[in-house]
């Protein structure tokens, strides 16, 4: 009988290491290897069964109808999926611990669930008992949703093989479900992987659409599985700060919408409550005129989003200035720095500099250069920025500020909230009136002119 072969797998990257070590080559993650049965080698030669099957070609012109989509009737997440879950589909739903995935899926279910719209919901975590504990805090006992609790893949297949597929199928998490015809141990890779090919092969058949939900690692990433991303269509992450009681839901990868669209929850004590106008939550009360504080006009996706940034410049007590920065790139706040003290002369590097943005919201939008500029000119200089203002723009190294695409939804959500003031960069094209009064910012100098009026 030959020996099985096996191998050190790192479960951040999947790369194969013959012997253990603490830490994986590939990737660098520290005690990431797990021991697995080894793959075949690359140049193997794979036993031939038969003959393959020729099939047909076709060209690019289709007349099939689009499917029709599931609308689960919860619109910030219909939104995020693209306009409800297509039939057939498979999506990744990852978070850190408690953030609320599985409290999010659950009011998805009990909300599309009704007389001819089936919904299963599988825990591999949680008994029963618990699950239906959620549910009576959060006034669900009476949706018709079909619970079932188990980890073992076959044990799922057969019990869904013996019903009519549902229109959603919720797997809560993909770490914990197993099969046995492996010999790793439940959340490995080589599990995950085959474990979640078996799911998206039952879903492509059946046309139920699938939702798994994944466990994140310590760096905010899936855990174990870039191999799943690429078995799903669709992959959005649940992010939220534990001070926070908002919760935003992203999309990073949609086959069947846009990617990077955002849904916005508040978390109350009887679950997720949909956030309609989130540019007002993120604002909050801007009572105060103090210096160091910008509305910046942001796009989520195809959502405008209004969002205040803060700055504070401080006299540096060590040789080095400190950089704090919250929801934003510390490069990008660098380079920013450097453009105003190399082209204005602001003189503003030698300064210990704090940046925030407010409600805890991650900005990864150039267009927030000329936002967090005027900010630290504002905290610089002392002079608050007029309350009925908001900005954006992009910044280059030259100092001139560039155009941001979609001014004009930018403009309009602003005008929706009452403010009659933007600066904005020149050359922004327009469609139609706005109704705000525009200040053009051709250079930071223009914008360090604005702020000191």
């Known amino acids: ?135 009576g805090r959060m006034g669900l006992t009476k949706a018709p949703v079909q619970l079932g609790s188990a980890t073992c893949i076959e044990d799922i297949m057969a019990t869904l093989a013996g019903s009519p597929p549902p229109d959603i199928l919720v797997i809560d998490s993909i770490q914990t479900v197993w099969t046995s015809a492996l010999d790793a ?17 039952y879903t492509k058949a059946s046309g139920a659409a699938l ?17 799943v991303e690429h078995l799903v269509d669709a992959v959005l992450y649940f992010e939220g700060e534990r001070g926070h009681h908002f919760r935003i839901l992203r999309a990073v990868k949609n086959r069947f919408g846009a990617t990077d669209e955002i849904g916005v929850f508040e978390m109350t004590g009887t679950g997720l409550a949909e956030v309609h106008n989130p540019s007002a939550l993120f604002l909050g009360d801007r009572s105060g005129m103090a210096a160091g504080a910008a509305v910046f006009a942001g796009m989520e996706g195809t959502r405008p989003l209004l969002s205040e940034i803060q700055a504070l410049t401080a006299p540096s007590g060590y040789g080095t200035p400190r950089r704090a920065v919250v929801g934003w790139d510390t490069g990008r706040l660098s380079m920013v720095l450097a453009v105003l003290d190399a082209r204005a002369g602001l003189g503003i590097s030698g300064q210990d500099v704090y940046l925030n943005v407010a409600g805890g ?33 992009e910044i280059a190294l030259s100092g001139d500020v560039r155009p941001s695409p979609h001014a004009e939804a930018r403009l309009k959500e602003a005008a929706k909230l009452g403010f009659g003031r933007a600066f904005v960069p020149a050359g922004t094209k327009l469609q139609g009136a706005c109704g705000l009064k525009l200040e053009a910012v051709a250079d930071v100098g223009d914008l360090i002119r604005l702020v000191a009026d």
């Open 361 to 393: 919201l991650k900005i990864a939008e150039p267009a927030a250069d000329l936002a967090a500029a005027a900010a630290l000119i504002s905290s610089f200089s002392g002079k608050p920025l007029p309350k009925d203002c908001v900005v954006f723009g």
């Open 185 to 201: 141990a439940p959340g490995t890779i080589a599990q995950v992987r085959t474990a979640t090919h078996d799911l998206v092969r």
């Open 1 to 135: 009988m030959a020996r099985t072969s096996l191998a050190f797998v790192c479960q951040s990257c999947g790369a194969a290491h013959p012997k253990w070590s603490g830490r994986c080559d590939d990737c660098g993650a520290w005690n990431s290897l797990v021991e697995e049965q080894a793959a075949p080698p690359a140049g193997a030669a794979a036993k031939r069964v038969g003959k393959g099957r020729p099939f047909a070609l076709e060209g690019l012109s289709s007349t099939s109808p689009e499917p029709e989509r599931r609308l689960t009737r919860v619109a910030e997440f219909d939104r995020v999926a693209g306009g409800g879950l297509v039939p057939g589909s498979a999506l990744l739903l990852g978070g850190d611990p408690g953030v609320g995935k599985s409290t999010l899926v659950l009011q998805v279910l009990a909300a599309y669930a009704g007389p001819k719209r089936t919904a299963v919901y599988i825990s591999g975590e949680e008994a029963l008992a618990q699950v239906r504990l959620r549910a």
């Open 211 to 227: 939702i798994l939900i994944g466990h994140v690692t310590k760096d905010g990433q899936i855990a174990g599985p870039k191999a």
